[in-house]
Structures are given as C-alpha cells and as structure tokens.
C-alpha cells in the first residue's frame, strides 16, 4: 500500500481495515462475533428451553461472555499496536481527531455507539442467566458432578428437594452472596486441582447462622404442637414380627395458651440462648450454657470429657439438631428392614435379613463394583445358608432383594468420595448416640451445674407415647 492510498482513504478507514489486517485483530474480530452470535443462540435455545444440558448453559453463560470480552478487548489492542504502521504511512497525528462535521466520523461514531449498547445489552442478559443459573441446584449439583453427587442424590429424594441449594448455602443479601462467590472460586480450583477432601468435612465450617437462612420459610413461633413418628425394626432373630415404636414428639414452639415457648424448638425461641464448648466435629461437648427468656443464665459442665485445643463455643441453632434437613442418608439396617417391611425382601426366606445386611454393608471398591456383585453376593450367602437347590428355586426373590438392596447402597455409598454408610449421621434423635450424634450429647444426665442439676435424659423429656 503506497502513501497516497492510505491517504485516499482517509486515516481511520485506514485503521479499522488495518484492524482486520493483523492476525491479533483478526482474532479479536473473530472471537467477538462467534461468541456473540452463539450466545444469543443460547439464549434463544434457553427461551424455548429446546434442551436441559448443563453443558450447553455453561458454555453460553459462563464460557462464551469471557470469549466475547477478550475478543472486544483485542481489537482495539491489535488497533493501538499498529499505530506504529498509521505514522510509518504518514498519517499525521492531528488527521486522527475526530471531525464531527464530516459525515463519514458521525457515521463511524453512530456505529460504534451502537455496536457498544448493542454488546452491552447481551453481556447484561447473559450475565445475568449466568447468575441466576449459577445459582441453580442443576449447576451446584451437576457441575462438580463427582464432587456433589452424594449431596445431589439425598437432596432430591428430600423434603426439601424443591428448594434451591443456595437458600440454604448462601441466603439472602449481598455480602453472604460475595462470600459465596468467592469460596465458590476456591471451591472449583479445589476440583480443577483434585485437591478437595474426600469426604466433604461435616460439620460445614463457616456455614451462614441457620436462622438467616432457614427462617426465611420456618420460625420457632409457628406452634407445632406434637407429632407422631413411626419407626420400624426388625430383628435377625425375628424377621417377621416387626417392632413399631410410636413417638409423639414434642416439637413445642410458642403456645398460644400460655404464650410460653415449650418443648424442642424451645433451644431457638425469642430470649433463650444456648453456646457450647465442642471438639470440631462437635460430638464431645464439654459446657454448656444457657440464658433463658426470663434473664436467669446457667452452666452446665461434664468434667469427663476432655477436648482439644482446637475447641471452639458455638451458638446453637437450627443446624445442631436439624444438620441433616436434606441431605439424609440412610443407614444399612434401617434400609433393609424397609424392605423387609414393603414386601421388596422376602420375609420367609430364613436368614435373608442377616444376609442382606452382609451383602449391603460390604466393602466394595467402587459403585461399579458394587452394581455387579452384591446381587451375587447375596446369592452365595443364602447358598452357602441353604444349599443351591434352595437359591435355585427362589431365585427370583434373591433378585428383587438384590435390586432393592443394590439401590439403597447406591443412594448412600460413594467409595471415591470415601463416603461410607453413616459417614455423614443425623443430630436428630439419639439413634448413634454412641458414635457422637444427637441430642443425648447434652441430654445424658452428666452435664451438670453447679446446683448439682443436669440436662435431662427423662424418656419423656421429648417425645411420649401417642394418645
Ligand atoms: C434445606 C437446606 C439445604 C438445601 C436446600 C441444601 N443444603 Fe447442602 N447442607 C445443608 C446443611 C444444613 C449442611 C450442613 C451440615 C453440617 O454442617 O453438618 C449442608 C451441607 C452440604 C455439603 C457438605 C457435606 C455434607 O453433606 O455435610 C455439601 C457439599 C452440600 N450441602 C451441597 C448442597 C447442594 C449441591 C445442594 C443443592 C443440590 C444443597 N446442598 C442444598 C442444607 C441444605
Ligand atoms: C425456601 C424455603 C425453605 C428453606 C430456606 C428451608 N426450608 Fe425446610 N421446608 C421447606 C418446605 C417447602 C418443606 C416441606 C413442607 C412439607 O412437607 O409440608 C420443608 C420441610 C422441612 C422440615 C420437615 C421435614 C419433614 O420430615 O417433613 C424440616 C425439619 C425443615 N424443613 C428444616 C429446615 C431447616 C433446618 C432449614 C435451614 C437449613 C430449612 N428447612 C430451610 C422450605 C424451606
Ligand atoms: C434442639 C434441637 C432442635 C433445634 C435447635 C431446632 N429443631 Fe426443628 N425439630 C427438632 C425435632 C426433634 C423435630 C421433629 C423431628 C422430626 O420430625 O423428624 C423438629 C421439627 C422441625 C420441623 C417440622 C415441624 C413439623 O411440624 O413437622 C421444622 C420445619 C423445623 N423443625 C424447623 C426448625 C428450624 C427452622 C429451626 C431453627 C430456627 C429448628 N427447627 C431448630 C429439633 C430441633
Ligand atoms: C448443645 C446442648 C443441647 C443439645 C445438643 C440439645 N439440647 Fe435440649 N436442652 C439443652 C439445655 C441446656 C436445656 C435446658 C435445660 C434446663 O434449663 O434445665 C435443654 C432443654 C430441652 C427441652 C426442655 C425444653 C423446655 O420446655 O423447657 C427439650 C424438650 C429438649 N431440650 C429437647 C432436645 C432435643 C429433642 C434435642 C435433640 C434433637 C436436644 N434437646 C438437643 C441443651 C441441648
Ligand atoms: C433430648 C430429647 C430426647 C430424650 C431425653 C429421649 N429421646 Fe428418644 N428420641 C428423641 C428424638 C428427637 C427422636 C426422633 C428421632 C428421629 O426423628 O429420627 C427419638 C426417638 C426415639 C425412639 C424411636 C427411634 C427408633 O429408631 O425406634 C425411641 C424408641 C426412643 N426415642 C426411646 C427413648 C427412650 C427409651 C428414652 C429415655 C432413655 C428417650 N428416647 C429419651 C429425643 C429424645
């Protein structure tokens, strides 16, 4: 190109060709409009919700924006290098000022402004399709799918299955949402790494006060009186007869007769409040203290138990009984007395719960493994029991219990997470209270003041019998 054409041209002609010329804005061109014309593809693809694959939402809100920007960020960088190329053809610096009289600039500058208000919109659409889909289960579920899926798979069969993870997670105003954010950035270098623990360390650190969260659709004032609970065992020696024990639980709040907080929810009533000294998985509990709704304050202490350093006072609330709202796992027994009780085990097949709580509680080395074996393994335990005749003829059954035992493991176990059955227990109720869980952590008679009175353990403290 000769000087004379670059001056024909005029200098900004010159410019925004040269933009293409270079293979940095070439690029930058490019980059900007494919992502540009493939994010409102994704948009539209959203609109009329013509697929549900994560992939594609990743890819068009979180992966194209970034493409775009870079792409805009180029252009005018391939554009500012080359000015070197615009005084080399004689482009004097003063013939770059913009003219507003010529028509040729006005016409330049109206595009460019539209161009801008044009890209804008789409950035602010996208964003915030990005924001509302990064903050849907299907991303925090699905995404760090390995990571999450143990979470992802209680939740949905929970009560709360239809409420979003990040009402729990993160709850409402801003600066909760940053913190989310940011320990959201951590958390995928932690995947993108493979440097995250296995298994996910219950209790959450730094989760948000439960009542920040929680009470945004419950409060401790809705009065809830009792409610009646069933359980249902059976035994090796008997697998027939099934024990029920029936609890009517007293759950309390404010009652509107007295105008006083009773019964559970009494802990997170107006006035009361209840910190701890806890190790950090809080199963050892050496102090308690209180300060009740009339001003009166107490102490209570088990001078048994010795706890680490790294003990910490927490303040109770919803998440010290209630650290299982929806990611309930089960345990192995209770799943097979299920079965056992809904007909999918057969009961008359001598030895079938033991046998079924061998196979399901065995170590397998993945869920693969476990899917083409326990079956089998079931097989050979009743085999081994009655002789294969005997398998033979109720093989079906063996297979139905299988199939139920197999998917009960399969809601519960995640070798490669290293989540094993009851890795993660409930506060609720006093079921492993040997291995730390529940309430019996205080309420065992051993945690006394200095009046010589203890948390209480009375059986009929919680929960009696239905009427
Ligand atoms: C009803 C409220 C609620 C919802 C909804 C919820 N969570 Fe949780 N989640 C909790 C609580 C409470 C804990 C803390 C348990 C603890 O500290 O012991 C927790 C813990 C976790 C943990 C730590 C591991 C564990 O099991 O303790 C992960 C991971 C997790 N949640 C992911 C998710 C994902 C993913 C979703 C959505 C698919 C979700 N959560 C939805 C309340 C909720
Ligand atoms: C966005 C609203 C929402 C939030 C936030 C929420 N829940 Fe719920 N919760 C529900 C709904 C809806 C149900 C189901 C009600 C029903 O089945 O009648 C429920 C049910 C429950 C139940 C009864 C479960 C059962 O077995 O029937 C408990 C306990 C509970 N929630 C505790 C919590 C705790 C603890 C938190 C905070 C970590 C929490 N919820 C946060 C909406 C919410
Ligand atoms: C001292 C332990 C404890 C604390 C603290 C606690 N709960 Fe509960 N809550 C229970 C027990 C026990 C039940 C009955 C258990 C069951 O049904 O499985 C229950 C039941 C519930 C239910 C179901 C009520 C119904 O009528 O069926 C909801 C909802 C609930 N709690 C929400 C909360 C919220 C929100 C908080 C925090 C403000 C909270 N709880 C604090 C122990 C507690
Ligand atoms: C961190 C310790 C702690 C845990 C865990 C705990 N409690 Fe308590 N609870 C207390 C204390 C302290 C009192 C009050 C004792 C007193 O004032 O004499 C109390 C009192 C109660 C009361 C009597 C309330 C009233 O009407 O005055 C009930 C019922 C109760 N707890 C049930 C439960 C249940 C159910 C659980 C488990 C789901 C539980 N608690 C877990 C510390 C705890
Ligand atoms: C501090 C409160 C508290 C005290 C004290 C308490 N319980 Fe419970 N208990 C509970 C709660 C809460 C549940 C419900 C657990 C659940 O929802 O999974 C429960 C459940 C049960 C169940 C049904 C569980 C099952 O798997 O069959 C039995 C039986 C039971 N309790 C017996 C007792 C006996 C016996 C005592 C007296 C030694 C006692 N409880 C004292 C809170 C208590």
Redesign the pocket.
């Known amino acids: 190109m000769s000087k004379e054409e670059a001056s024909e041209r005029g200098p900004w002609a010159h410019i925004i060709r040269g933009m293409w010329r270079s293979p940095l804005g070439l690029i930058g061109v490019m980059l900007t409009t494919v992502s540009a014309t493939l994010m409102v593809l994704g948009l539209v693809v959203e609109i009329f919700g013509l697929t549900n694959n994560v992939y594609v939402s990743i890819f068009a809100f979180m992966i194209l924006p970034g493409g775009m920007v870079t792409g805009l960020i180029l252009i005018p960088l391939a554009a500012y290098l080359r000015r070197r190329q615009w005084f080399k053809y004689g482009i004097a610096r003063e013939h770059l000022q913009i003219n507003l009289s010529d028509h040729k600039h006005r016409k330049l500058l109206v595009w460019l402004i539209v161009l801008t208000v044009l890209f804008f919109t789409l950035l602010t659409v996208i964003g915030f399709e990005g924001y509302e889909f990064s903050d849907s289960p299907v991303f925090c579920g699905t995404v760090c799918h390995k990571v999450m899926a143990p979470e992802y798979s209680a939740y949905r069969r929970s009560p709360h299955a239809k409420v979003a993870c990040v009402e729990c997670h993160i709850g409402p105003g801003v600066s909760w949402f940053v913190k989310a954010k940011i320990s959201g950035l951590r958390q995928v270098w932690g995947v993108l790494t493979n440097s995250y623990d296995r298994p996910i360390p219950d209790p959450v650190q730094n989760l948000r006060p439960a009542r920040d969260t929680c009470e945004q659709c419950h409060w401790p004032e809705k009065f809830s009186g009792k409610r009646v609970k069933t359980f249902i065992h059976f035994t090796n020696d008997d697998q027939k007869t099934p024990i029920i024990n029936n609890i009517a639980l007293?759950i309390?709040g404010m009652n509107r007769i007295t105008g006083k907080y009773?019964?559970?929810h009494?802990?997170v009533s107006n006035g009361v409040k209840?910190q701890?000294l806890a190790d950090k998985k809080r199963h050892n509990?050496s102090k308690?203290k209180?300060t009740?709704a009339d001003g009166s304050k107490?102490e209570?202490i088990n001078t048994d138990v010795k706890l680490p350093k790294d003990a910490k006072w927490r303040t109770?609330d919803c998440i010290?009984?209630h650290n299982r709202p929806t990611h309930i796992f089960d345990m192995p027994d209770n799943m097979v007395d299920l079965g056992l009780y809904s007909k999918k085990i057969n009961q008359d097949i001598p030895g079938i719960r033991e046998d079924c709580i061998t196979a399901i509680t065995k170590q397998y080395k993945s869920r693969d493994e476990a899917s083409a074996q326990m079956t089998k393994y079931l097989v050979k335990l009743q085999v081994k029991r009655h002789g294969q005749a005997f398998a033979n003829k109720h093989m079906a059954d063996l297979q139905k219990a299988g199939a139920f035992i197999l998917k009960s493991y399969l809601d519960n176990v995640w070798p490669d997470m290293r989540i094993k059955w009851g890795t993660y227990g409930s506060?609720?109720?006093h079921q492993r209270a040997d291995e730390g869980w529940?309430?019996w952590?205080?309420?065992d008679d051993s945690h006394v003041d200095t009046k010589g009175?203890a948390?209480?353990q009375d059986c009929d403290?919680?929960h009696d019998d239905p009427e």
Do not use: A
Request: hydrophobic share 35%; net charge negative.
């Open positions: 007293h309390g009773e019964g559970i009494w802990h209840i701890y509990i308690v209180v009740r107490d209570f109770m010290d009984c506060d609720i109720g529940g309430c952590r205080c309420h009175d948390i209480p403290l919680c």
